[in-house]
């Protein structure tokens, strides 16, 4: 049941959260807007265009609906509550974040449709090693967001396995964008910093300034995304999930790159020991080389590049406070 990439429509689940608002006009750009519908348990439809519908993806019925009517071939299931979200609401979390999964398995199992599912580096645990954490470790995450995560990996090999069904998946680091808003990630630091340096504020961290943790740009979250569901099956020796990374980062030093654009831009500190807990069971780096063999990842944007990028897509959007 591999995939046909040029048979059927291509769905966004929760397509208004920080992935989708990127992805959705990627995929229309490469595909056609017509062959794109985005979905979200909210009406987004203003924000990210026509053909959008309105789809709580926990809601079995409601799925299957959206796939037999659109006639999906291709699924890239976003619908996720975020890491400090899950901890704050765990029975929530993983009602949505496995409810919603185990729905779109069974409607792409039964259309046929291939399937991406992202991961992410809260599938690790303090038992996997810190620095380079390899493809095939240990995984015995201590959040509920980690829990769900492992979960849905074993669920998408499982539904290959088992169904033939063409599911792939990445582990992505912490993720940084210009468009959407933070969504309640442990990492939503790294977006807010921006803003804050542009209104010419001082920021207050909510993490040690030596917190490492691996960081991407959106742009190249994208891209893998959608060169990872284009590869050639047969190349594929893992599929859920592929490490991937582009730099390693503290807020120190994000802070410190950003100053370099932004002169005067300072940074307090005011650890919150809930997101800080979180943090610290996540690897400070992770080993790529997988992804990098079997699909040929490769990062566009390191730290600066992304700093550069960042502040430059902002600044017509975010005025200094007091119009200075």
């Known amino acids: 049941m591999e995939h046909q990439r040029e048979a059927g429509t291509y769905l966004v689940t929760g397509a208004g959260g920080q992935i989708g608002a990127e992805l959705v006009p990627a995929l229309r750009e490469r595909y056609g807007r017509d062959r794109v519908i985005a979905t979200d348990v909210q009406d987004a439809a203003g924000r990210l265009g026509q053909p959008f519908e309105v789809l709580d993806a926990t809601d079995d019925a409601a799925v299957e609906r959206v796939f037999a009517g659109r006639q999906v071939g291709t699924v890239y299931h976003l619908a996720a509550l975020l890491s400090v979200t899950a901890e704050r609401k765990p029975q929530a979390a993983y009602a949505v974040n496995l409810g919603s999964l185990v729905a779109v398995l069974e409607a792409a199992r039964r259309s046929g449709a291939a399937t991406f599912v992202p991961s992410s580096i809260a599938a690790f645990g303090p038992g996997t090693p810190r620095d380079g954490a390899p493809q095939d470790t240990l995984q015995r995450p201590t959040t509920m967001y980690g829990v769900t995560k492992v979960a849905g990996e074993l669920l998408c090999d499982y539904y290959h396995r088992k169904f033939g069904l063409d599911t792939r998946g990445l582990r992505y680091p912490g993720l940084i964008s210009h468009v959407a808003e933070p969504g309640g990630g442990t990492t939503d630091y790294a977006v807010e910093m921006f803003h804050v340096a542009l209104r010419g504020e001082s920021y207050t961290c909510y993490l040690r300034p030596d917190t490492r943790i691996d960081m991407m740009y959106m742009p190249d979250a994208v891209r893998a995304a959608v060169e990872l569901m284009e590869a050639d099956a047969d190349s594929l020796r893992h599929r859920n999930a592929f490490n991937i990374s582009a730099f390693a980062v503290t807020p120190a030093e994000l802070a410190e790159e950003i100053g ?48 550069e990028d960042m502040i430059a897509q902002l600044s017509a959007r975010v005025q200094p406070v007091g119009g200075r």
């Open 260 to 307: 370099r654009v932004v002169p005067g831009f300072s940074v307090r500190y005011e650890v919150d020991p809930a997101r800080q807990a979180i943090a610290d069971s996540w690897p400070r780096s992770v080993d790529d080389s997988a992804a990098r063999q079997e699909w040929g990842w490769k990062p566009e944007y390191d730290l600066s590049a992304t700093v």
